[in-house]
């Protein structure tokens, strides 16, 4: 006679999430040789989240500046303009990127925009026009901008292959392939 085992019809069936290893991408930037602040570095790959979370940023503005004077976000991001200044500002952005008017605005009054889709916004005042701004949005969950240095660190990346862009004001960007993992330091240069 011959037995016949069958598997329950439902079993139990035990799901373990894994997380891939993470590194940190850290490097330079230079430009005819010297280091380079306000330039945005980020990473797109497969394994790269762009699903953005509620994100908030900041660019303020103070004594008749923006700050900081580049500023990367997530797209998705919502990006609020508070004036701490001592003057009145109306803050727009009118070509490429995100485009807007925020109107007048008094000392203490904060205004906010939605930075919804990848691109460069160009950010002035129209009462002062010594006042520039850059917001990046870009369609990645890995950023960073360089410091005064010229330096830059990319945290909590997911290992394996990945696109570094660089872009910097009035240069063109730079890109291509990196392997993200085992102590990878970056170096962007512009000639």
């Not at 490097?27 to 980020?42: E, F, L, N, Q, S």
């Not at 997911?158 to 970056?186: K, M, N, S």
């Amino acid at each position: 006679m011959t037995a016949l085992v069958c598997a329950p019809a439902n079993p139990t069936v035990e799901l373990v999430a894994r997380q891939a290893p993470l590194a940190d991408v850290s490097g330079t930037v230079r430009v005819d040789g010297r280091p380079r602040k306000d330039v945005v570095v980020w990473l797109e790959g497969p394994a790269a989240p762009v699903a953005p979370e509620t994100r908030t940023a900041v660019l303020d503005q103070r004594n008749l500046e923006f700050a900081p004077r580049v500023l990367a976000v997530q797209a998705g991001t919502r990006v609020e303009m508070p004036n701490n200044d001592r003057v009145f500002h109306n803050v727009f952005s009118f070509k490429d990127g995100k485009q807007f008017d925020l109107g007048l605005y008094p000392v203490g009054t904060t205004r906010a925009v939605n930075f919804d889709r990848p691109g460069l916004a160009r950010i002035f005042c129209n009462i002062h026009p010594n006042m520039a701004a850059y917001v990046l949005a870009v369609d990645a969950a890995y950023f960073a901008v360089t410091n005064a240095e010229g330096r830059f660190t990319i945290r909590g990346v997911p290992v394996g292959a990945a696109t570094y862009h660089a872009w910097r004001p009035g240069a063109d960007a730079r890109t291509g392939p990196i392997e993200v993992g085992g102590g990878l330091v970056l170096e962007i240069v512009w000639p």
